[in-house]
């Protein structure tokens, strides 16, 4: 691959309305929180440039719906993802018990080769508030994480930007390993069908 | 002998006038009456200085005092002609560098990059100059040379005139781009005393000062067909290289540059970016650029769309015939002035009844949308008709009978839910109270109505305490969103429905029981948006494809191209009418009031995706390749200010050309094949509703 080409990875943010994945899209890249977003409509994306070790990647964060029914359309731009993310409420009970769902209805829409190996990343927003009406521990939460394969799993406010940095920084190099692994996947993919068409296409036996 | 020398040294605080022209004027807004009348003048700062240090200027004449204009009137005729110098120098002040209050401004003539002047022609009464400076970022005004209250160019015009030859070579003016005399060829040709002045080879009437080879590159490249300069091209080439980001910035200044060469653009109508810049962005070093950094395509398209917006801001809208090419088929649309509270009482007699047809009236609408600046209640009172809350044959007396009904019947409905303590412990209502409040919450809180108050004791008025809605609006959008829940069982509340509501609100908001069946008469229309498995949606989609195939071709090509065939880049603006896609409310209101008339078809949404895609199908064309770039460019169209006149002008006219497709492919009486018309697109010849309700809700199913 020449060194000019550009790492871009893709990254999608999926989870219940509003567990905050707008928020946490925006405290990441343009490190601002606003008490006025709206429900999001359809899909978008924002890209963000950053340094992994010695190189710079682009990273492309899809930010989605949350209502299931609004899941179907959107599907294309899943394709070729690099990392999910997996986003909860560590107060409402209900967004912590659909990730489950979200990691399959991901599995199946976005096509990925190896789903025993593909990336996501685990969050539960909204540290902020009041520890009392918290209903997910944090305990509770990990072992979910482990038992869904060894998920990491952050903890954030994307409210005042707690920990929203290190949870990206966990998904750009789970991205870069996955893109970099897809890479490899592809090239000797298309290595297997230069060999076969180079060589005795006759004798293919099926 | 040099024309214009001076021996004594320049007094200190001021200048020597070296050209002055009276009655040039800025116009910072179309009013006449805003037009700022001043001085245009070159002058010398001091003896010993470069020609580059000359200072060019706007002194408006509200800055100077009798006596200084005066000096500047004499000047003005005692400068205008080169013998008439020897009468000695002629000091001023030395004019101010920029004055935010006045519109001053002042520049070293060696920062002068490119002069793009426009002599007065039929439809330009004054001729206009426009002034770049390459590194400066702030835009300088563009001049109007208002020649015929200029005393020094009237008495260069009388001269011309007494040869009886307006249009003699005769004249000795080194660049002429008009044949008749006027204050900017005067202009540029003392500018070309100081300064090497050369005429742009690509764009008209553009000249360049002091050019570098690079510019020479950009606006005069070798006509001949020859390969290009060695020497130019590396230097362009090195200069990328070197510059890599740092190109793109170059690219927002020369968009300085475009932004007020408006006649140009509107000259040539097809084109929508300047010469030089087009030829800029076709060379191969900054196309490979534009693919190096992710981004960059969007924000050329972006930036091209920009001038083009610019183009239209500036340009009088009355006059402007869009699109009047050949495949338009002299098809005119209009808009007219909208509908004002007195035009709309008007259309009632005094028992409340309507005097006029219900389609005089949606035609008044379709076509003038409604004005309530005045009186905030007249959209909420017209919808009213519109969406058929309140039949149109009905007198006031009448009305208010079934205004009664309507308050009653919310009631019983809202006490459905309110006092079933037994539903309120279902899965199903707590999942959709929960989604309900959480979406209230974030339903249009830039909106005064909708805006949390100050907090109390550091208390914060909204929490984070999700079902506890306190401030009583948004209590209100709870109230009647979780009512339409029970309302419509099956189909229950789904996201973007709290957009359609707001607007509905502000509309009627006192009138709580109205504004619930004024949002249900208007559900009735979208529910087919919100159906879980979105069957309306992809039937939307669907026709689009047929439509977009059909009257935009090669943008079709272009979506098939990068893959973005599926279009769900428009799913948002389909979903809640727009709701999202405009800065300004009263932009998505101003549309609303349009569909809601269903004057020529109950789908006439789709003509206005249509238009906004034909607005901008060039500029997606040119720079846009796959299908993410596509919906981030027109996601972002809802961070612009957009002209919904232009938007509403096209969707009238792709309709009505729409319309004349089919009905000659009805006829088929030409000799060619004519297109077989689809169920699909029939449809949108209709005008009545499409109905399409959701499916009983099956067994464990909740609101997701």
């Known amino acids: 691959m020449s060194s000019r080409k550009k790492t871009l990875l893709k990254v999608i943010i999926l989870g219940d309305s509003g567990v905050g994945k707008t928020s946490l899209m925006q405290q990441f890249v343009n490190k601002k929180f606003s008490h006025q977003y709206k429900a999001t409509i359809g899909a978008d994306f924002l890209t963000k440039e950053l340094p992994i070790d010695d190189k710079t990647v682009t990273m492309q964060i899809w930010d989605t719906a949350g209502q299931e029914r609004f899941q179907s359309l959107g599907v294309a731009f899943y394709r070729g993802a690099d990392c999910c993310i997996l986003v909860y409420d560590v107060n409402n009970a209900k967004s912590f018990e659909s990730l489950l769902a979200w990691k399959d209805e991901f599995l199946i829409q976005a096509n990925v080769s190896l789903p025993e190996t593909f990336p996501f990343i685990v969050i539960g927003n909204k540290i902020d508030i009041d520890e009392n009406k918290r209903v997910v521990s944090y305990k509770k939460a990990a072992q979910v994480c482990q038992q869904l394969g060894n998920v990491p799993y952050f903890e954030t406010s994307a409210k005042d930007g707690i920990n929203v940095e290190e949870a990206f920084d966990v998904v750009s190099r789970n991205a870069l390993q996955q893109e970099e692994a897809n890479d490899e996947f592809n090239d000797d993919y298309n290595d297997a069908i230069n060999i076969h068409l180079d060589g005795e296409a006759g004798n293919c036996t099926c | ?704």
């Open chain 2, 1 to 704: 002998m040099p024309p214009i020398t001076s021996r004594q040294s320049v007094p200190s605080g001021k200048v020597e006038l070296l050209y002055v022209k009276s009655k040039v004027y800025l116009h910072p807004t179309k009013r006449a009456q805003d037009n700022i009348p001043g001085y245009l003048s070159i002058s010398r700062p001091s003896t010993n200085g470069t020609n580059d240090e000359l200072l060019l200027s706007f002194t408006p004449e509200s800055m100077l005092v009798p006596s200084e204009k005066e000096t500047f009137s004499q000047a003005d005729l005692s400068l205008q002609t080169l013998s008439a110098n020897v009468s000695g120098a002629i000091y001023v002040r030395t004019p101010l560098v920029s004055c935010l209050s006045s519109y001053a401004f002042s520049l070293p003539l060696g920062s002068l990059y490119l002069v793009q002047a426009r002599p007065p022609r039929l439809n330009l009464w004054y001729g206009l100059m426009v002034l770049n400076t390459l590194h400066n970022v702030d835009k300088l005004p563009v001049i109007f040379f208002h020649d015929d209250e200029s005393p020094s160019t009237q008495q260069a015009q009388s001269r011309q005139n007494k040869k009886f030859d307006p249009f003699a070579s005769g004249s000795n003016l080194k660049f002429r781009t008009s044949d008749l005399p006027w204050g900017g060829d005067e202009f540029l040709d003392v500018v070309s005393r100081y300064a090497v002045l050369e005429k742009s080879t690509l764009e008209r009437s553009t000249f360049l000062v002091n050019p570098s080879s690079a510019d020479r590159l950009n606006f005069m490249p070798p006509t001949s067909g020859a390969s290009l300069n060695k020497d130019t091209a590396n230097t362009l080439g090195k200069t990328l290289n070197g510059m890599k980001w740092k190109v793109l910035e170059t690219f927002a200044s020369l968009s300085t540059l475009a932004k007020t060469t408006v006649t140009d653009i509107v000259d040539e109508r097809n084109s929508a970016l300047p010469l030089p810049v087009k030829h800029m962005l076709k060379k191969p070093e900054v196309a490979s650029l534009a693919n190096d950094f992710d981004g960059a395509r969007i924000y050329l398209a972006k930036w091209a769309m920009s001038i083009q917006e610019e183009a239209l801001k500036l340009n009088d809208q009355s006059t402007f015939i869009l699109g009047d090419g050949e495949d338009d088929w002299g098809i005119v649309a209009t808009r007219r002035k909208p509908v004002t509270r007195v035009e709309w009482d008007s259309f009632f007699d005094s028992s409340g009844r309507l005097r006029i047809t219900d389609h005089e009236v949606r035609e008044a609408i379709f076509h003038g949308s409604i004005d309530a600046s005045v009186d905030q209640a007249l959209r909420g009172e017209i919808w009213l008709f519109l969406l058929e809350v309140y039949p149109w044959d009905t007198s006031l007396a009448e009305r208010s009978v079934v205004l009664e009904s309507y308050k009653t019947s919310y009631q019983e409905l809202k006490a459905k839910w309110e006092q079933d303590e037994v539903k309120q412990e279902t899965d199903l209502f707590k999942d959709q109270i929960f989604r309900i409040c959480k979406d209230v919450k974030r339903t249009d809180r830039n909106l005064v109505l909708f805006q949390s108050p100050k907090p109390e004791n550091g208390e914060e008025f909204d929490d984070d305490d999700v079902l506890n809605v306190r401030h009583p609006h948004l209590l209100r959008l709870k109230n009647i969103l979780l009512t339409y829940n029970e309302y419509n069982l099956n189909l229950g509340y789904v996201q973007g429905m709290n957009d359609l509501l707001s607007p509905v609100y502000l509309a009627l908001y006192d009138l709580v029981a109205l504004t619930f069946w004024m949002f249900a008469k208007y559900m009735d229309i979208m529910e087919r948006n919100f159906l879980r498995d979105q069957l309306g949606i992809k039937q939307q989609i669907e026709t689009l494809n047929e439509l977009i195939n059909l009257m935009l071709p090669q943008f079709y090509q272009h979506l098939i191209k990068c893959n973005a065939n599926h279009l769900f880049f428009l799913f948002r603006m389909l979903l809640v009418w727009f709701k999202r896609e405009f800065l300004l409310l009263d932009d998505v209101l101003s549309l609303w009031d349009v569909m809601f008339t269903r004057f020529y078809s109950s789908l006439y949404q789709l003509f206005i995706v249509l238009a906004l895609l034909q607005k901008h199908e060039s500029i997606m064309m040119d720079y846009l390749t796959e299908d993410y770039e596509i919906l981030k460019y027109v996601n972002d169209l809802a961070m612009n200010e957009h002209d919904i006149d232009d938007i509403l002008i096209r969707a009238e006219k792709l309709f009505l050309k729409f319309r004349r497709v089919v009905y000659q492919a009805d006829r088929g009486d030409g000799k060619q094949e004519f297109l077989t018309v689809s169920p699909n697109l029939r449809n949108l010849l209709k005008r009545t509703i499409i109905l399409q309700k959701e499916v009983p809700r099956p067994e464990g199913v909740l609101g997701g």
